[in-house]
Every structure is written in C-alpha cells, then in structure tokens.
C-alpha cells in the first residue's frame, strides 16, 4: 500500500478500493516503526489523522469530498497548522501551537488530503544537511549513516521512506530540490509567487517558495494542483490562472532545447556525479531533446550574493521573535532588553544567530549600498542572464547538487563549505524562476538528482521534460534498500 | 571590508542576541569569514546595474481598507509566554 503512487492511492480510494481510515492507519504504523530511526516527523498526532480521515470516508460515502478526499500528506513543520504545534525546527518556537492554517494546508485540506504530521527540517530553513534542527538530524533512507540534505530534509525522508506518499516543503536556495536529489525524488520549487506564503514561516521573503516533493514527477503535478494559486493574503502572490499541471504531462520531447551552463558543470561537482547527470542527459536527447552548451555568466556569483540578501531578510524577518507575543521566553528576566536578548541567544541555533548577525551587519548604517544594494544588482545580472538564456532554449539542465548524500558532520564544521552545497539550486531563486530536481542516476548506491530550470511559469513544461525521462527510466522507482 | 570584534558587539546589540565573551572570538571569526566570501561580489562592475528587491520586479499591490480579519483575541493571547487581564506582559521599562 506504501509503494501505490499518488495517482494510484486516489483512483484505489474512489473506487473503495480501501478507505481513508485504512490507508491513513498503515502510514501511521510505518511512521511507528521507522520514524525513530530516520526522525523525519517532528510531530505526529495519529488520533487527529485517523479522525481526520473517517470525515473523508464519511465524505466519500455521501458523495461529497474533494479531489483528494482521503489522501494522506505530511507538511514541513514551516507550514502553519491551526491547532497542531508548528516549530520550524526551532526551540523557539517549541511551544508554538499556530491559531490558523496555512495557505497551503488550507488549499490541501479542502480538497481532501488527510494530514499525518509535520516534517522535520533545519532550523528556520537555513541549512542544506538537516543537521540544524533543534529535534535532531533527520537520516537518510539511502543510507542513515548519511544526511538527508536540507532545509527540507524530513520531507525527503518521509517520502523515500514511504512514511507518506508526497509531502509539502519550502525553498529558499535549494531547499526543495537538494534534499529531493539527496534522497531520490522528485521536488520542484515553483515560480516565486506561484504557491501562496501566506502561514508559511518567513525566512527570507522574496525568495521563500513552497512546493510539492513526490516520488514521480506525475505525483508533483498533481500536488502542485492543489498547492498553486492566487492568494490576497501573500503581497507577492501571482494573479495569473494555474493549469492543470497534469495535462500536458505526456507532450513528446521533440525539437526542445535544453540549456546546459558551463558554469554548472565545473570543478566543484564530483566526476562520479557529473558522469550520472550526463547519462541522463544523453537519455532527454535519446527522447527527442536538442542539448546545446549556454552560459550564466554571473552564475558563479549567485552564493555571495544570497548570503548577503537571505541574512538581510532573515534578520528582518526574525526580528518578530522577542519573547512576548508567542514563542520562547528567558526565565528571569532583568529587564526588557535583558529579556529580548537572552531570548533570542538561548532560542536559536548557532547557524541562524550566525546569519541574523551578517544580515544585521549588512543593512547596518555605512554598510548597506555595499553589502545589500549591491547584491541587489547582482540579483538583477543573475536573473538577466537566465532572461538571455531563455531566448535561445526552453529548459536548462544541470547537476542540481555537486555530490551525492555526505556523512553527518562531513559538512558543518564549517559554514561556508556547507553554504557550498546549494552552488547550483541559488541562481533559480534569485531570479524566481521555478527549477525542479528529478532522479538520474546513483553513484555508489546513492541517488543523483539532474535539475531542470525553465522560464518564469514554466513548471508544466519542467514537470513533462522530467515525467518524459521517468518513462523511459526507472531511477525514481528505485528504493532505499532497508526500507520494506 | 573586515569585522572587528567591537563591530560585533554592536551588530549583536543591534540584533538583540547576547553574545557571551568566551564564544564572541570565535563567533567574530566565523562572520569574517563569511564576509570575504561575500567579499567576492566586489569584483563586478555595478556601476550602471539597477538594484533587484522583487524576482518578477512587481509592485506592491494594494486593496481597498476594508476589514477583513475577526478578532481572535483570546487565541492570539493564549499562546502568549505571559498575560494579564488582555494584555502582554513584559519586564517593566519605566521605573
């Protein structure tokens, strides 16, 4: 029942195959069994589930129901859950329980799918090895020895694990698609502005995107069906109809022009993964596509100038946590300056006090024109690079992370070679373009993820190019050994 | 451009976050290097570049000043560290 699709899982509950209550009792034990192992849940409230899914068959029964009715998902716990504690892998907000739903969580809700708990992930979002969590690294299913990648490493984890069949997660530089190539899957960061922020615990705000992680590329376009859309709640919400993602998903590959930048495959990535990702790439070439070398000039400069622009909002944005309207409050405060800063030093992790104070420095008066506005025009060279690249091909394809899976603590002693990891998924977020990472290859037993980059609303077009390669391989079929 | 460690005392002020003085060498020495790396994006002309604040370069967008939220006063206050009679509690601030 773990292994049916999302596509499947639906079909099998609209024709009763089994009911919502089944299906959502035999995730719960899974999530039992191999959850202590793999810490991919942070919370996990099976009578909630369970109940949650008796009104879906009640549903169904009367005929009612949406298009999802009884479909059991797991959210990243960034994403707001009225009633259900939402910690953003923090300590600071351990205790936080949210007083509504997110957007997201809205949307999923009504159109049926049954939520079995909250995934973990690195604190606030920052890291790409989930090895910044308050509630402990989650492992990876592939080999638990190894990270998961991050930020939303216990989404990818649940889902390689079978512990969900798709699960909801964020993207601010990577944070979708390196765990997804970490872990085998599928995961698309959408066009910024295409799925609704609003409940989504901010970090830095005009990057942040949430999306879909599935197994299949036709499992992500049906998620994403159901997570995009319009929304007056997010400033930055796109008002521009969403199509069915799943429609187009068979269009023949013939005559598209894939991108491949030469900045993309350089000295960082590992031979054993370009080697994977160039297999795959000789296969979209075998389905029709035209493979043609490009260059993103300013490519190379896209990790500066995220760690100027994503601490300058982060700083911003985690501002709001000061001990008094929710979230963790110091024992014994001196006064109120004593209260706001020992809060803040006893509640967050090391990495993101670390970035609060290099977005404080950079916006600080003397520092701003050249830390933040500068960046700020590198943002604009960065995005006008894939504006060119799009007049001469529709995709562009590359390695979405220069390795496969690491070794807990390989990475984190030191945060630049960690920051290191995202080298190629960042540029997509600075110019809001939506990318997507897809299985292509294992090196040494551990999954490699190809990333596809398309143009400003392009997510159908990305989500056809990877289902047409699924079709013709079976590297998102294959499953982490050790996992029944 | 380097960071000093006075400079970090007053980015950690300015940030609100306590810095104790045993990890404040190791903490300045971490952000410096950050900032070198960053330190990379000084190479490229600028000059004649307009600075990018919105991936799509959209504006904000406005709506009619309607009210459109309920009071949830009483959820909004329970998960709150401290209240009284509808009211945050903080440390006093005037003496």
């Not at chain 1, 009792?25 to 369970?50: K, S």
């Given at each position: ?333 001196a006064d109120l300056q004593d209260m706001y ?112 980059i398309g143009n400003h609303l392009q997510e ?25 | ?95």
């Amino acid at each position: 029942m773990h292994d049916l699709s999302l596509h499947a899982i639906r079909d099998a509950l609209a024709r009763r195959e089994f009911s919502a209550a089944e299906i959502t009792a035999h995730f719960l034990a899974r999530i039992e069994r191999l959850n202590p192992t793999l810490n991919a849940y942070i919370t996990v409230d099976p009578e909630a589930a369970l109940a949650a899914a008796r009104r879906a068959d009640a549903q169904r029964a009367r005929g009612e129901g949406g298009p999802l009715c009884g479909v059991p998902i797991a959210h990243k716990d960034i994403f707001c859950t009225d009633g259900m504690r939402t910690t953003c892998g923090s300590r600071m907000l351990d205790n936080f329980v949210p007083p509504y739903d997110a957007a997201v969580v809205e949307r999923l809700a009504a159109a049926g799918c049954v939520t079995l708990g909250k995934t973990n992930m690195d604190e606030f979002a920052m890291g790409s090895s989930n090895e910044t969590s308050y509630y402990g690294p989650v492992r990876n299913p592939w080999d638990t020895g190894r990270v998961p990648g991050g930020s939303s490493g216990g989404s990818a984890a649940a889902v390689a694990a079978r512990l969900t069949p798709v699960a909801t997660a964020t993207d601010t530089g990577g944070s979708i698609r390196q765990p997804a190539a970490l872990c085998g899957l599928t995961g698309l960061k959408p066009t910024y502005g295409r799925v609704s922020r609003h409940g989504m615990i901010a970090f830095a705000s005009s990057l942040d995107q949430g999306g879909p992680m599935a197994r299949s590329a036709a499992d992500a376009a049906l998620l994403l069906n159901h997570m995009a859309g319009f929304d007056t709640r997010d400033s930055t919400s796109i008002d521009a109809p969403v199509p069915d993602y799943c429609a187009g998903l068979d269009a023949d590959l013939h005559g598209l022009r894939i991108g491949l930048p030469r900045e993309y495959f350089d000295a960082a990535l590992e031979p054993g993964t370009e080697r994977a990702v160039r297999a795959g790439l000789a296969e979209l070439e075998r389905l029709g596509a035209r493979l043609q070398e490009i260059s993103l000039p300013h490519a190379p400069l896209s990790v500066p100038a995220y760690y100027v622009i994503a601490p300058a909002e982060c700083s911003t944005n985690l501002s709001r946590y000061d001990g008094v309207r929710y979230g963790y409050r110091c024992a014994d405060p001196a006064d109120l300056q004593d209260m706001y800063a020992r809060s803040r030093a006893e509640a967050f992790g090391d990495e993101v006090k670390r970035r609060i104070l290099v977005g404080t420095y950079a916006l600080s008066a003397g520092y701003y024109d050249a830390y933040y506005r500068k960046a700020q025009k590198i943002r604009r060279l960065i995005a006008e690079d894939f504006r060119a690249a799009f007049r001469e091909v529709d995709v562009i394809a590359s390695p979405a992370s220069p390795s496969p899976a690491f070794r807990f603590g390989e990475k984190s002693a030191d945060p630049i070679t960690m920051y290191l990891e995202d080298i190629y998924t960042i540029a997509a977020n600075l110019a809001g373009v939506p990318a997507l990472s897809m299985p292509g290859g294992l090196v040494d037993g551990l999954p490699v993820g190809i990333q596809l980059i398309g143009n400003h609303l392009q997510e159908a077009r990305l989500l056809n190019v990877a289902h047409r390669f699924q079709q013709a391989t079976d590297w998102h079929l294959r499953r982490p050994a050790g996992i029944a | 451009m380097s960071i000093s460690e006075q400079d970090l005392a007053r980015v950690a002020e300015l940030a609100r976050i306590r810095v104790d003085d045993a990890t404040v060498a190791d903490v300045t020495r971490r952000i410096r290097d950050i900032l070198a790396m960053i330190d990379q994006m000084q190479a490229v002309d600028t000059d004649h570049v307009l600075p990018m604040a919105n991936p799509l370069d959209a504006t904000q967008r406005l709506r009619d000043d309607e009210v459109t939220e309920t009071d949830q006063r009483e959820r909004f206050l329970a998960i709150a560290p401290a209240t009284e009679e509808g009211l945050y509690l903080v440390p006093r601030v005037i003496e």
